[in-house]
């Protein structure tokens, strides 16, 4: 224990001299020879003095300062207390004592060593009391007091005292209970809040016992997420928390329940040494997954962090108010604000060197100035020459990567079905009034207890109606059976899975068709939509992951390894703090997974969806930016609709006329379909038809016992597929013989579903009619978003304004610097320009959004075709894309040239990369060619090899195929590394002769064969879930690789400015954002009713799975900066 330091000398503190051995004793219970050591240790110190020092000035007469260390022998002998107790006796005038554990234990205090500084602190076992009276007795210097460490085992006086000392902290109820009699408390439980002494939690809520040395902290999830609850404890293993399906509370003994804090999946731990010195570090969320990240030496993985201003304030005050010199407290940094959920007492950061030299020096300092004077011992505090803070600066002429935004389209999903009924009875009308529906007449229920009601009001219906006969109530009744049979469906409710929408009709519906008009009743009626389906299925999960994982590749250091996982720039990024990361999804259930299960692979989390979803994931059904009412058509789009059902229904090839109404803009894609259908009615006959044919294919097998009761994939039955195909077959057909064009993107959406993971049925003729669908499919749908430019733009304008102006945002947001979160310069080594930051911002939406988003770059202006080559090629790219796909990816990549001005245009340089998602059933012949993925920043690469991006590529790119000519540089420009998840890749490296004027090589990248799902265990027996295949996602391509922030900033205003009525709609939309203050997370219970952003009359797209196929755009490392300072008065509080 007493060997000297290794290393490098320790500077001497001015006026003290170097000792070689550090004095260490272990006090013993005999006093007589605990003195008779310290002073053998004194003597031979003073001896060595008087060698070293000419001038003879240290008389006998001083002596030692003792510090004493009174706790646990398994605290005290641990190794940052070691470590620090050496560095301690560097003090010249400091002696160590550790009391033994034995001694404390059964000795009495009169017989403890003596000491003039007391280091003493509670842990499981300690007595307190004892060290209390020793206090009294010996009257010590204390470092931690100790009553106040009676405070610190119970969080309701931990909370008390954050309280008045006026330290933020999450809203909470103390829950007390009587364990003679727990039943008699103040808690009301529902099905998504407690309410705990009349105060309301709605879920996600946390609940702590009181003790806090009791570390099993519950945090319990909202239904809408998944329900359930997760489960803290204190780390057994890898493990520091599990989900567990329960979703009630703990009803015996007594607890604290606070509000959920939606932070970016990160907590802080900080460490104060005295009121002056705070050392912070983050980890991973327990709640998070609950796997522990551990280094190579199996130590938990913590990052250094930058403490804000505030949070320096809030260390001292808990440093005083606990009056525990050495304390560790834990911050949550939640919507800009920073609360204190914990305060731990004495404890000391792990394995941190630098922290070792600074506690010591502290503590040694704050000792020797409180008792050096009445020792007599000279002594000043030393000047440290350590505070300049160092700076590296950024090298080389590499662009550095500032910010990323993705707008991306969920993953595979369930075919959606909706059934439309109008009715008027009063209990619906009562509803409707009860949930607020005659303010903007309509509704939307998806919360439990509400769906609850409907199906309370259909089961009453159909009692009244069995009663009577008649033909109408024939049609109502089935209707009504069916809404029963929907909402009984899971057996629980879940808000993912269905949702009833009410319309207010003042003059009831208008009926479709002469014969019906007989039968209609005059007076109000509701238009009741129910909608189901639609989930996102375990092969979408694995998409979202994947491409999560891959999307890792995009930043710098992103080839690396770090801690085992692959892609580790970005998560060493992420958990600096470094990484400003948000990501915003939609209201529907299908989203909100996407992005959970994005995330998951973003940042290597394991585990359940829900936990991440509640953490990570931010619900913007904030006025329209990523929901879009399908059910409130704008009026171009109205006429859109009645023109293409027109054009569809002639009974007539397609003729000259046709493609000009048709297809104005000349599109390949939809010129080939329609060559593919030349004459829409006999088509639909086709498609009818084969729908038959199906239906009753699927009949047969009903009757066939060895088939009934197949599970087909994500537990449907052969009877839900049924009804399924015979709700298209009966509608699609319309009483008149004419057909519903609006019908076809849902035909398309049920083929292709089924013939991705039903296969194993081995129907007949599906292949024909996924052809011919989607050969319908692939006009309707694009068509429906507008057939001329003009008509695109207006109706993309309709969806997209309100997210066009926050890319704006997001983009402009990037270039003011801030000091939030920066990374101290000391730890920065590895990490090029330290105090940047990057932005990432990813947008997850249904088909409308990412249709309308690419329909505005396409349309709006923003790069002349003809006097720009390579935007001319991306333009031909996309309009031979026939289908926005699942996981479809727009992504916009922001890079900042250092050596620029920062005033010219040059400074910041834009990039749009495109990927139409998942691959479809055959589409391997067709595929329309991009030019690959181009990020420019790697034309300047071949000047300076990266050192963030190649760090440990040399050893680990066994399988890339490259070309013989200057090897080198290509791997610069694309160091991917195999990751181990995904199966071989190739890189093909060709050089495009007609390319962009800067010629630099494109890479594409894609894995070569698709795979199964790992989700997805092979069934046994009749289940065929694990036939299920996972098709690869198309690896992005560049559509342009040289625009000027200028340029797209300018392009922005001028596409959101040019529709008056937008704009007026989306300031509205805008301001009602500033006017909430205070910003709802996820699942608030005050959420805004916003409309579904269902893409119902959309098609729905097949099945994906993309690997790692980005080649990295290494640039230097670090990101853009995330400044709060937002231009323009109105400050966005997007940031929820």
């Not at 364990?179 to 808690?187: S, Y």
Request: hydrophobic share 30%.
């Amino acid at each position: 224990m007493s060997e000297p330091l290794t290393g490098p000398e320790p500077k001497v503190e001015q006026g003290s001299s170097l000792a070689v051995v550090p004095r260490f004793v272990v006090g013993c219970e005999d006093d007589e020879q605990d003195m008779g050591q310290m002073e053998a240790g004194m003597k031979n110190e003073m001896f060595r003095e008087e060698d070293m020092e000419e001038d003879d000035d240290a008389s006998p007469s001083e002596r030692q300062i003792v510090v004493g260390i009174c706790a646990m022998m398994k605290k005290s002998k641990s190794k940052p207390m070691t470590q620090i107790l050496e560095r301690l006796c560097k003090f010249d005038y400091i002696d160590v004592v550790i009391f033994p554990e034995e001694v404390i234990l059964e000795q009495p205090v009169e017989k403890w060593p003596l000491c003039d500084c007391l280091i003493s602190f509670h842990s499981k076992g300690f007595p307190l009391d004892k060290a209390v009276e020793y206090v009294k007795l010996r009257n010590p210097l204390l470092i931690n007091d100790l009553n106040m460490q009676y405070f610190i085992q119970d969080r309701r006086e931990v909370y008390r005292i954050l309280q008045e000392e006026g330290i933020d902290l999450p809203r909470y109820a103390v829950l007390n209970r009587d364990p003679d009699n727990p039943e008699e408390c103040n808690l009301v439980e529902g099905e998504d809040h407690v309410e705990v002494n009349g105060e309301v939690f709605p879920k996600p809520f946390v609940e702590k016992p009181v003790c806090a040395e009791d570390h099993n902290v519950y945090i319990y999830y909202p239904t809408s997420a998944g329900g359930g609850s997760q489960r803290l404890f204190r780390k057994i293993g890898s493990r520091s928390s599990v989900y567990s399906p329960e979703s009630s509370v703990r009803k015996t003994g007594s607890y604290i329940y606070e509000e959920f804090m939606p932070t970016d999946g990160t907590d802080v731990k900080v460490y104060t040494v005295g009121p002056d010195y705070a050392h912070a570090e983050a980890r991973k969320s327990p709640a998070l997954d609950g796997k522990v990240e551990r280094d190579s030496e199996g130590k938990e993985i913590r990052y250094p962090v930058m403490l804000t201003a505030m949070e320096k304030l809030v260390a001292r005050k808990v440093c005083l108010a606990f009056k525990q010199t050495v304390c560790g407290f834990d911050l949550l940094r939640a919507n800009g604000h920073s609360f204190v959920c914990d305060v731990n007492g004495f404890s000391f950061v792990k394995n941190s060197m630098k922290y070792y030299d600074d506690c010591a020096k502290v503590l040694g300092n704050m000792v020797m100035r409180e008792l050096a004077p009445q020792f007599h011992i000279p002594w000043s505090i030393p000047m440290e020459a350590e505070d300049i803070p160092i700076v590296p600066t950024t090298s080389g002429t590499m662009m550095e990567l500032r910010c990323v935004i993705a707008i991306i389209r969920h993953g595979d999903r369930t075919p959606k079905q909706k059934m439309k009924m109008e009715v008027r009875h009063p209990l619906f009308f009562e509803l409707f009034e009860k949930y607020g529906g005659y303010k903007s007449g309509k509704l939307k229920l998806k919360k439990p207890k509400q769906l609850q009601e409907v199906l309370d009001i259909a089961r009453l219906l159909l009692l009244e109606l069995g009663q009577h006969n008649d033909c109408e109530i024939e049609e109502k009744k089935s209707k009504l059976e069916q809404l029963k049979t929907v909402l009984e469906m899971y057996g629980h409710f879940s808000g993912i899975n269905r949702k009833v929408q009410l319309t207010y009709l003042r003059n009831g519906q208008p009926k479709a068709s002469s014969e019906e008009e007989d039968c209609k009743k005059d007076g109000p009626s509701l238009l009741l939509v129910l909608k189901w389906g639609g989930e996102l299925t375990p092969a979408g999960r694995v998409q979202a992951e994947e491409l999560g994982r891959a999307f890792r590749c995009m930043y710098p250091g992103g080839q690396g390894d770090y801690a085992g996982f692959p892609g580790c720039g970005l998560l060493r990024l992420h958990s600096t703090y470094r990484h400003d990361l948000k990501i915003y999804a939609s209201d529907e259930g299908r989203v909100q997974m996407t992005a959970a299960a994005f995330a998951k692979g973003l940042l290597a989390l394991e585990g359940e969806l829900t936990p991440i979803l509640v953490q990570m994931v931010k619900s913007a059904n904030m006025n329209g930016l990523l929901d879009s009412d399908s059910d409130s058509l704008t009026d171009c789009q109205q006429k859109v609709k009645a023109r293409l059902h027109e054009i569809m229904q002639k009974d007539q090839e397609f003729a000259q006329d046709d493609y000009q109404k048709l297809a104005p803009t000349g599109s390949p894609s939809l010129v080939n379909s329609m060559n593919v259908i030349e004459n829409p009615v006999r088509t639909c006959d086709k498609v009818y038809a084969l729908i038959q044919s199906l239906t009753s294919q699927i009949r047969k097998r009903l009757e066939d016992p060895k088939s009934s009761d197949l599970q087909l994939y994500h537990s449907e039955t052969l009877e839900l597929m049924l009804q399924r195909w015979s709700k298209l077959e009966r509608d699609f057909r319309m009483k008149n013989g004419r057909y519903d064009i609006s019908k076809i993107p849902d035909i398309y959406d049920c083929i292709k579903y089924d013939s991705q993971h039903n296969a194993s049925l081995s129907l007949e003729d599906t292949l024909e009619l996924f052809r011919l669908s989607r050969a319908l499919a692939d006009i309707v749908i694009p068509q429906e978003y507008g057939i001329s430019k003009a008509e695109k733009l207006d109706i993309a304008q309709a969806y997209c304004v309100p997210l066009l102006k926050k890319i704006q945002l997001d983009l402009q947001r990037t270039h003011e610097d801030e000091a939030v979160n920066k990374l101290h310069p000391l730890y920065s080594r590895g990490v090029m320009s330290p105090g940047r930051h990057v932005r990432t911002r990813l947008y997850f939406t249904s088909e409308s959004h990412v249709h309308s988003l690419l329909s505005i770059f396409r349309y709006g202006g923003l790069l002349n075709e003809e006097k720009d080559q390579q935007w001319k090629q991306a333009m031909d790219y996309l309009s031979a894309v026939t289908e926005l796909n699942y996981m479809t990816q727009i992504v916009i990549m922001l890079y900042e040239d250092n050596n620029k001005d920062p005033s010219s245009e040059e400074r910041f340089h834009v990039e749009l990369h495109f990927s139409p998602g998942v691959k479809g059933c055959e589409d391997e012949e067709n595929v329309p060619l991009g030019f690959g993925f181009r990020p420019a920043s790697s034309e300047n690469e071949d000047k300076k090899p990266n050192q963030g991006s190649l760090e440990d590529l040399s050893q680990d790119q066994p399988d890339q195929a490259l070309p013989v000519s200057e090897p080198i540089n290509i791997q610069r420009r694309s160091p991917m590394i195999r990751n181990r998840k995904t199966g071989s890749m190739e890189v093909l490296s060709e050089t495009s002769p007609t390319h962009s004027s800067k010629g630099c090589t494109s890479h594409r990248l894609f894995q070569s064969c698709s795979r199964q799902s790992p989700e997805i265990k092979p069934a046994s027996g009749l289940g065929f879930e694990g036939c299920s295949m996972v098709p690869s996602i198309y690896p992005l391509e560049t559509l342009h690789n040289s625009l000027s922030l200028k340029q797209v900033d300018e392009f922005l205003n001028t596409v959101c400015e040019s529709s008056s009525e937008v704009h007026a709609k989306t300031m509205k939309a805008l301001s009602s954002l500033f006017d909430s203050q205070s910003q709802t997370s996820l699942y608030s219970p005050q959420q805004p009713l916003s409309s579904s952003g269902s893409e119902t009359s959309l098609r729905p797209p097949s099945q994906p799975l993309w690997h790692g196929s980005i080649p990295s755009s290494a640039v230097s490392s670090a990101g853009p900066s995330s400044p709060t300072t937002e231009p323009s008065g109105l400050s966005f509080s997007f940031s929820e």
